[in-house]
């Protein structure tokens, strides 16, 4: 007779969404999450499924496993040929690389953003903020009071604008910036379809459109090559502090030689397509959800008014801002910009009787952790309170990751959370958010990003 220790522990069998349900459920683009959450909900918190009914994916929302992934055996999961098809038009940038090169790149670009980088680049995001707000204030003068916004446009040209002269500085022209920011637009959109829709990809093939986005990545590098190699010839005057500069300055610890001209490019490249989308997201839903929960708004303007007296906010008075920073939590909670993450496990591996394949896909489910009741109560509501110092907190660690986490968190966690906490301080001084009834329902699209399905109108009221 087997003893308890000997007994062998039978794998953990995993409930699965059968293919043709996996396959329906890829054409539903905007309500696909609350069908992903609704389903973990009643089967459990992982299981199988197929994207676009091809490809089996074990997707989970189960904090546990999560850390396990990113964080406790991160080694055994690389990133899956999701994000690496995603290099063919974006490069070999910290997001899309791996193993050995990835550490080296990642050691070398991390010192660029400490905080106190960060703080130097504040006074530059609120030169933005302003040239953004400032037009909208005379606009709404001249209107009689108010100018009503398509959200998500207005957030992707801030945030596209902040990360853009984060990185080059002033060195491009609006038209160029504009240009810029719609190749990369359609650059994702047509990548993710190649994701969600496998089956069309022999007629992606035939119609050229695989030729039709090469062209226009080529076209995006080309433009910030053009730029890179100006500076780099640039010589006399003394060079912008940017992130470019960062990138151009730093040096291997163990060779002491600066990147290769492909590897700056990819670099420069990847922070500007990692570092707008995300924000512009959780900027639109976080506006939509001030727009509706006018008290949310009376706590942060108090807040501000008593910490600044209506003067701007320096980086050092952030702290002191709590308000605002709950709020853009709260939002990446309900909305998470990234609401996905894709591994791929290297080799066999076991997690509490969960039998890993070599080769397994995992989707690593953020979407499903942040919605989860068993760490939110009433996870549907937007409560920025939960985030307050001596709120009670979720009771599992890795319940809430907008950033990822382990040595893959985001690079650009610090630069995103004083940008958007500025932007919704600067806002709101100025500033009465109103939602525009008579809208059609808004939906979100899951796409790489979170973004809604259709742009919103908010109502900006001058005070
Ligand atoms: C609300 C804003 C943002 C969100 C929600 C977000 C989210 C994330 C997440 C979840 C990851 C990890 C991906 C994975 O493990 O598969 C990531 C990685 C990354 N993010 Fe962000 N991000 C944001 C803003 C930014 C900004 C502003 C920058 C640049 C300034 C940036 C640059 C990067 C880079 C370079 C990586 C790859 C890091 C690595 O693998 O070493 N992100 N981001």
């Given at each position: 007779m087997n003893d308890a220790s000997t007994t062998p522990v039978p794998p953990v069998q995993l409930p699965q969404v059968p293919r043709l349900q996996s396959l329906r459920n890829?054409?539903?683009?905007?309500?696909?999450?609350?069908?992903?959450?609704?389903?973990?909900?009643?089967?459990?918190?992982t299981l199988v499924m197929y994207i676009g009914g091809v490809r089996r994916t074990v997707l989970t929302r189960e904090p546990g496993l999560v850390q396990h992934i990113l964080q406790k055996n991160h080694r055994n999961y690389a990133k899956s040929a999701f994000t690496q098809g995603f290099s063919r038009y974006v490069g070999h940038g910290l997001l899309?690389?791996?193993g050995a090169d990835w550490l080296r790149q990642r050691r070398l670009i991390q010192p660029g953003f400490h905080r106190q980088r960060v703080a130097a680049l504040t006074g530059l995001m609120q030169e933005i903020i302003e040239q953004t707000f400032q037009p909208l204030a005379e606009q709404a003068q001249r209107a009689g009071g108010s100018v009503d916004i398509n959200t998500h446009e207005l957030m992707t040209r801030l945030t596209f604008r902040v990360i853009a002269r984060s990185v080059f500085s002033t060195a491009f022209s609006d038209a160029e910036l504009d240009r810029a920011s719609e190749l990369l637009t359609r650059i994702q959109g047509f990548y993710v379809r190649t994701i969600r829709q496998p089956y069309l990809l022999p007629w992606f093939k035939v119609s050229g459109k695989y030729r039709e986005h090469d062209r226009l990545t080529a076209e995006l590098r080309g433009l910030l090559a053009r730029y890179i190699s100006q500076r780099q010839q640039a010589t006399g005057s003394t060079p912008p502090d940017d992130l470019l500069q960062m990138l151009l300055d730093a040096r291997y610890e163990d060779s002491g030689e600066a990147m290769t001209d492909t590897q700056l490019l990819d670099e420069a490249l990847i922070l500007v397509v990692a570092g707008h989308e995300t924000s512009a997201n959780a900027l639109t839903w976080l506006l939509r959800l001030l727009a509706l929960h006018p008290q949310e708004v009376q706590h942060i303007r108090a807040e501000a008014e008593a910490v600044l007296g209506g003067r701007p906010p320096t980086f050092a008075d952030l702290p002191q801002l709590g308000r605002a920073l709950y709020a853009v939590q709260e939002a990446m909670r309900l909305y998470p910009p990234a609401w996905m993450l894709d591994r791929v496990a290297l080799a066999e591996d076991e997690y509490n009787g969960l039998r890993i394949a070599k080769g397994t896909l995992f989707s690593v489910y953020l979407h499903g952790l942040h919605h989860d009741p068993k760490h939110w109560p009433q996870p549907q509501e937007f409560q920025p309170a939960r985030f307050a110092p001596g709120a009670p907190k979720p009771l599992t660690h890795y319940a809430y990751a907008p950033f990822g986490g382990g040595p893959r968190l985001c690079i650009g966690?610090?630069?995103?959370?004083?940008?958007m906490q500025l932007v919704v301080l600067e806002l709101l001084r100025r500033f009465e958010v109103e939602w525009v009834e008579g809208q059609p329902p808004v939906l979100s699209e899951p796409l790489i990003t979170l973004r809604p399905k259709n742009d919103f109108k908010v109502r900006l009221r001058a005070r």
């Open positions: 890829s054409f539903r683009f905007n309500d696909l999450l609350p069908i992903l959450d609704a389903t973990l909900e009643s089967v459990g918190d899309t690389n791996e966690m610090q630069f995103a959370l004083t940008e």
